[in-house]
Nanobody, 125 residues
């Protein structure tokens, strides 16, 4: 059974930084992508960023480009999201995701194969 376990959420002031981590376990993967989605109160879950397991290909949602950086440790099946210059608009529950296939497919469909339980990120003004 595949499990995704997130860590690193919390409360931060506007302009601050946080780093989220997510480790996948339960089986091995050949071609895969890992990414992040978020859901703010009263809003639908939205795509944030995705990276291929090789680390070569990455995509970002427009509002986080230049502020967030996604990276992956292929040997550990662990994905990271470095979030800088945070604003209150970034407040949401952040969900880790894994898809067996290309990173582009996660970005386009928004339907990964596995989800984490979510971690709260709160940015105060």
């Amino acid at each position: 059974q595949v499990q995704l376990v997130e860590s690193g959420g919390g409360l931060v002031q506007a302009g601050g930084s946080l780093r989220l981590s997510c480790a996948a376990s339960g089986r091995t993967f050949s071609t895969y992508a890992m990414g992040w989605f978020r859901q703010a109160p009263g809003k639908e879950r939205e795509f944030v960023a995705v990276i291929s397991g090789s680390g070569i290909v990455a995509y970002y949602e427009d509002s986080v480009k230049g502020r967030f950086t996604i990276s992956v440790d292929n040997a550990k099946y662990t994905v990271y999201l470095q979030m800088n210059s945070l604003s209150p608009d970034d407040t949401a529950v952040y969900y880790c995701a894994l898809l067996e296939g290309a990173a582009q497919r996660m970005r386009v469909t928004g339907r990964p194969d596995y989800w984490g339980q979510g971690t709260q990120v709160t940015v105060s003004s």
